[in-house]
């Protein structure tokens, strides 16, 4: 299977700034089949960004998302009190769709 | 709108089995699969398989084939999701979740979740 290696596991920042996520996969990940979603406690996952770089219905435009092959991003470009929460990747190139371990995105 | 709602938290011994359901509405229930996803407590998301009510296609994660059936009911518009011989570390919340608008297989992402439901596992 598809091992996501996502980094840092905590984001520590302060609202208006700039967070970069990373995602690495063990293998290439065909059609770039690459998702992210935010959660916050105790709700379900958020759909974010998919097919790397499509931004989901009502996802605000400060989300983007980029990369291809193993080497994938997300970046938020100014960081809203609302965006503090987990942050995960998934792939669902190859079976069985994988998900990254996800990073904290704390309020520094 | 598109809505996916669960069934209640449910406490099963070790070695029982549970059923959770997920009843979808607001759209044409076999024209899209429906996904479970799960998350053990403090811990991050793991998928455990896909069904589609439409042929009848499932796609299950190998750590749980073997203890997990899928099924849907096109009547009800909803989807089960049991799970056999459960352990301790089935312990989480599941999850059903759909594919964005006109994503129809099993290799998708999932843009429409229910609310979850918490399965305890304990003696």
């Known amino acids: 299977e598809i091992v996501l290696t996502q980094s840092p596991a905590t984001l520590s920042l302060s609202p208006g700034e700039r967070a970069t996520l990373s995602c690495g996969a063990s293998?290439?990940?065909?059609?770039?089949?690459l998702a992210w979603y935010q959660q916050k406690p105790g709700l379900a996952p958020r759909l974010l960004i998919y097919d790397a770089s499509t931004r989901a219905t009502g996802i605000p435009d400060r989300f983007s998302g980029s990369g291809y092959g193993t080497d994938f991003t997300l970046t938020i470009s100014r960081l809203e009190p609302e965006d503090f929460a987990v942050y995960y990747c998934q792939q669902y190139g190859r079976s069985p769709r994988t998900f990254g371990q996800g990073t904290k995105v704390e309020i520094k | 709108q598109v809505q996916l709602v669960q069934s209640g938290a449910e406490v099963r011994e070790p070695g029982a089995s549970v059923k959770v359901s997920c009843k979808a509405s607001g759209y044409t229930f076999t024209n899209y699969g429906i996904s479970w996803v799960r998350q053990a407590p403090g811990q991050g998301l793991e998928w455990m398989g896909w069904?589609?009510?439409?042929?009848?296609?499932?796609n299950y994660a190998q750590k749980v084939q073997g203890r997990l059936t899928m099924t849907t009911d096109r009547s009800t518009s909803t989807a089960y999701m049991e799970l056999r011989s459960l352990r301790s570390d089935d312990t989480a919340v599941y999850y059903c979740a759909r594919a964005p608008e006109g994503y129809f297989d099993w290799s998708t992402p999932d843009e429409y979740w229910g609310q979850g439901t918490l399965v305890t596992v304990s003696s």
């Open positions: 293998q290439s990940v065909s059609s770039s089949s």
């Open positions: 069904i589609s009510d439409y042929n009848g296609n499932t």
